[in-house]
């Protein structure tokens, strides 16, 4: 829960979440978005297209004990990750869409005026720190204090693990955004507004054979002492297996708890498809050291490279298997007949900071 009536999003045993639905009209009009999308008999090639970028849909879900509570369940898409680091980022020159009230759109104008230049607004991150077995995380105003001059250092952050830049995974995002940019160029009957685009990306260093295997020893020696590595944690995301192939579907919950993901009171008006209460840890160093890159970059300062290898990083990891970029919150979709011209803008904006990154 956050606040004291909203239910955030719940993590179901079987692999999926569970997102409530929203008051009308945004949570019919989610939920006729994701039954338009994966109809049983829907023939549009361009939705057929579109399941590919999305989370999968398996229809409404109601509790035995509330059946009036509906909820969509969806895809969970970190479920496959050990230690999946997550940024939900909002895409877009508008965050309202063409029917909000003068009033919302001057909330939303004034929540981050540089919406219409940058195109894109970080709306959250956890990234995991091996070196400290512990996650930082950034919430909403992060996001919303990244200026022109910033906005680079801001979205690196995510990428950075404490010890290196993840450039493997920025690249494979790089391609993932491009094939949904791809999508956007050559179709004209859908808009959409403050919708966001989900990243995910395998912050352990375990060989990606282990991925879906047991856990760590370290993570046996804490479950052991009968704790979590930090108690706090509650979205403890190693917590679903796969038993066998993708095929029987069977799967077990590893730690014998399903964890119920958070939301902080800050966030009560924050659409995330991700839990981000974690205390935030390492903001003031996560820059501090790094080997994969000639130099770092935060604020204008050039910080020089740490010149004893402390960490190293695996070869470069599968893009399909390690990185997850997926099109999420759809409460202010529309069709239309032009191209959505202010998505476009931000997934090549985002893709131009990705670059210069790996660039730079």
């Known amino acids: 829960m956050y606040g004291k009536d909203k239910v955030g999003i719940l993590q179901h045993p079987d692999g999926t979440v569970l997102k409530q639905l929203q008051p009308p009209p945004r949570g019919p009009r989610e939920l006729d978005f994701y039954s338009t999308v994966y109809a049983a008999d829907c023939g549009d090639s361009v939705l057929l297209e579109l399941r590919k970028y999305l989370p999968k849909y398996y229809g409404i879900w109601s509790p035995p004990t509330a059946p009036n509570d509906l909820y969509l369940k969806l895809e969970d898409v970190t479920h496959k990750f050990n230690k999946p680091c997550i940024m939900d980022v909002k895409i877009g ?88 940019l791809q999508w956007f160029e050559s179709q004209n009957q859908l808009n959409f507004y403050a919708s966001s685009l989900l990243f995910v990306y395998e912050g352990s260093s375990l060989p990606a054979a282990n991925k879906l295997g047991d856990e760590t020893s370290a993570e046996k020696t804490f479950w052991a002492k009968g704790q979590l590595p930090d108690a706090r944690v509650l979205e403890y995301n190693n917590n679903i297996h796969l038993l066998s192939s993708a095929e029987n579907g069977k799967v077990r919950a590893s730690v014998g708890k399903v964890y119920v993901r958070h939301k902080e009171a800050y966030s009560k008006n924050h659409h995330d498809q991700t839990s981000l209460k974690v205390e935030n840890r390492e903001q003031g160093n996560v820059w501090k050291s790094s080997n994969c890159m000639s130099q ?60 210069n990154i790996l660039d730079n």
């Open 93 to 180: 020159r508008k965050s309202y869409d063409p029917f909000a009230s003068p009033e919302k759109i001057q909330q939303q104008v004034s929540k981050y005026p540089l919406m219409e230049e940058i195109g894109f607004l970080v709306l959250g991150m956890r990234v995991y720190h091996a070196h400290s077995d512990s996650y930082e995380t950034q919430n909403q105003h992060y996001g919303r204090s990244l200026t022109k001059e910033t906005i680079k250092d801001g979205v690196a952050r995510f990428f950075h693990n404490g010890y290196c830049l993840r450039k493997d995974a920025i690249a494979a995002s790089i391609q993932k955004i491009e094939k949904i």
């Open 296 to 355: 770092e970059h935060l604020n204008g300062n050039v910080l020089s490279q740490l010149e004893k290898v402390f960490y190293h990083r695996p070869v470069e990891l599968p893009e399909s298997a390690d990185v997850e970029v997926r099109m999420i919150d759809f409460a202010h979709v529309f069709p239309s007949n032009t191209k959505d011209e202010g998505y476009v803008y931000g997934l090549k904006h985002l893709i131009t900071v990705l670059q």
